[in-house]
C-alpha cells in the first residue's frame, strides 16, 4: 500500500500569518519545523496503518520547506518545483492507493487562516463547474480522476469542514481554529503531531483504489481583484473574458483543467505590479 502527502504549509501547526509561510524569513525558518512535525506524524501514522510506502509531494510555494533530515526515514519526498500535477504529483502512476492533505487551507474569498487559491492574493474567488473550490477540491477531482481517494485532510476548523465536501468519508485533524485570516486559536506541535498520527493511523482503512471518475468536460472560473488581470489571462489558449474581473474555460479533464489554472496563475503573476497589483 502507498500513501501520497501533498504538504501544504498554510495549514500547518502555528502559522497565521504571512512570514510564517514566505521563504527566507525568520518567521518561516521557525515554522518550518511545525510543518515538518505534521507531515512526518502523518507519516508515522500511516506506517502504523500498515501502508508500505509514504511518498510526499511539497506543494506550497518553491516546494522546498519541508526538512527531510527530520523525518521518518522511510518516507520519499518530491521537493522542488516545476511539476506536471504540481499539488499532486505523483498520483498519475498508478501505484498510489490514498491522498493525504496536510496543512491545507480555504480557497480564495472564503474564511479562514491564509486563505487563498494559488496566488497568495489577486484572485478572489475560483468556481469548478459552477460551485466555488478550494485547493482541496481542485485537487480531489484531480485524484478522483485517477481512481484514487483523498483519506486525510489537516489545516484549520474551517478547511476541515470544506472537505467533508469534497472528501466526506476523510478523517479530519483541525490543528487551529481560524479567528480571522491572520490569527488562529493554535494547538502545539505536540498535541497536533499526536491527532494527526492517530487520525492517519485510521486513515490507511480508507485507502481503496476505485475505478477513475470521468466527469468531465469540466469549466472553471476564476474573478480577480483588477480588471487587468483578466486581460493578461487570456493569452492561455482557451481563456476567455466573461467580464471585467473574470475569465473562464472548459477542459476535457480536471487533469487539463488543472495545468491550465497553472498557466493562468502563472501568467498572472507576471502581470502585477510591486505597489498597484
Not at 506550497?60 to 506536471?84: P, Q, Y
Not at 498510489?96 to 487562516?113: I, L, Q
Not at 489554472?261 to 502585477?272: C, R
Amino acid at each position: 500500500m502507498k500513501i501520497l502527502i501533498s504538504a501544504d504549509m498554510e495549514g500547518a501547526t502555528g502559522v497565521t500569518w504571512p512570514a510564517d509561510v514566505l521563504p527566507g524569513t525568520p518567521q518561516w525558518e521557525r515554522c518550518r519545523g511545525m510543518f515538518t512535525s505534521d507531515v512526518n506524524a502523518a507519516v508515522l501514522g500511516f506506517h502504523d496503518g500498515g501502508a508500505d510506502r509514504v511518498l510526499i509531494n511539497e506543494a506550497h510555494w518553491t516546494m522546498r520547506n519541508l526538512l527531510l533530515e527530520k523525518l521518518d526515514a522511510r518516507a520519499e519526498m518530491i521537493t522542488g518545483r516545476h511539476k506536471s500535477l504540481s499539488m499532486v504529483e505523483g498520483v498519475q502512476h498508478g501505484d498510489v492507493d490514498g491522498v493525504a492533505f496536510v496543512g491545507y487551507h480555504t480557497g480564495a474569498g472564503a474564511e479562514g487562516v491564509l486563505a487563498h487559491t494559488y496566488l497568495a492574493n489577486s484572485l478572489t474567488g475560483v468556481w469548478l463547474d459552477g460551485l466555488r473550490a478550494s485547493e482541496g477540491v481542485l485537487n480531489a477531482h484531480v485524484v478522483a480522476e485517477y481512481g484514487v481517494p483523498v483519506i486525510l485532510v489537516t489545516g484549520d476548523d474551517l478547511t476541515c469542514a470544506d472537505a467533508a465536501g469534497y472528501a466526506p468519508d476523510a478523517r479530519t485533524v483541525a490543528v487551529k481554529d481560524h479567528v480571522s485570516r491572520y490569527a488562529a486559536l493554535c494547538r502545539t506541535p505536540a498535541r497536533t503531531a499526536a491527532d494527526i498520527r492517530a487520525a492517519a493511523t485510521e486513515a490507511v482503512k480508507l485507502a481503496v483504489r476505485h475505478e477513475p471518475v470521468r466527469g468531465g468536460p469540466h469549466t472553471m472560473e476564476v474573478e480577480f481583484d483588477a480588471e487587468h488581470l483578466s486581460m493578461a489571462a487570456t493569452v492561455v489558449p482557451g481563456v476567455e473574458r466573461t467580464g471585467e474581473r473574470r475569465i473562464a474555460y472548459t477542459s476535457a479533464t480536471m487533469y487539463e483543467a488543472i495545468r491550465t489554472f497553472k498557466a493562468v496563475t502563472t501568467v498572472v503573476s507576471a502581470a502585477l505590479e510591486e505597489q498597484y497589483g
